[in-house]
């Protein structure tokens, strides 16, 4: 059941939370870690002030969404390096070519697996998109 | 590779089953734990004979669905409280307050990660939602 | 934070491809292992030179994604019965059955958690499902 280190550390729980403003509302994190395991709630392309960036374009929200993604993974002790999965949520299907480049501009050499479909819409409806993370550090003395 | 106790305890996989009439039409599980992981399916606001409750509302159904992936985790050895992600589908966007307000009711101070978003239809057409949920178990011996 | 063996073997991360073309594009793997995990993409109904099988019949694509999934799984060193949670995503709600019957062909003694949600679609309209796996493999010394 352990998954504690050989010298007997334990594992914790830490809950980290972002600017967005749904968080408080339904009762989320941005991220949660405990161990190696870091997961990432669905991110959308909202600013640090909690406002969508890219009004009707697709690929800033993507690019805003991971850099959110990143934000969250580096204040939980992770990098976007440590990424096993994404999930990509679009409202309209024809943007999987711009929100796929952004995608392997940021991922293209780490390679999680991934998931893009088309869904009906989000909690606001400018949002055009929303992407997961899952990610699993390898910390140095394990490399 | 191993997460084995340092005790040489292995781990197992248990499966747990409910009361949904599609687990053994479709072949899933409610619950699997393995260690210190839970996983939970997508689970609606079903009663115990297999029922949808909440005809038309989407609240009580998320409330209910919440209560059956109570009951799962702690067939599992868990409980809510070690709820690391949900995720909530819904097939009405304008039910997420709602949703949201039964989900921060639940996990307000557990705080998983998490996503809301809009999909087309269940299984069935009178879900309005289902919510799924995994967890990971810091055992006594861990805290 | 470590899950490294007893004997003191690291974990290290494998990254699995495959022979769909969107790999490349959107920069994902087919599949990622690290210690017992193993995470699957999404994976449609491609075959081996990446193009759709099953035109218009859901029951056909399901059970190549499923093919496609065993495939992935065995090259990362896992197999099926590895399989803890499924996610089965389909454009048309009606196709659920037919691709239920399937996943409980395959799936029906091994009863990993799972999902059926109807999606607007994905990156290809031929598309008609998408589906994930995620795998815990219990190893020998362990079991």
Redesign the interface.
Known sequence: ??????DG?????A?Y?SHSP???????????R????I????TAGTDEKGELVGLNDAEAQARQALRNIERALERAGGSLGDV????I?MVN?DD??AI??V??????S??????????????HPAMLL?I?A?A????A???
Chains 1, 2, 3 share one sequence.
């Open positions: 059941m352990s998954e504690s280190k050989p550390d334990v594992m914790r729980r809950n939370s749904w968080e408080p509302i339904v009762g989320y994190s941005r991220a949660v405990i161990g190696p395991h997961w990432v709630s669905g096993v999965r994404t999930r949520y299907v999987w070519p796929g480049r995608h392997q501009q940021v991922f293209g780490i390679r999680p697996v991934s998931i893009m479909a088309a869904v009906s819409g989000f909690v929303e997961e899952e699993f550090v390898l910390t003395d394990e490399t």
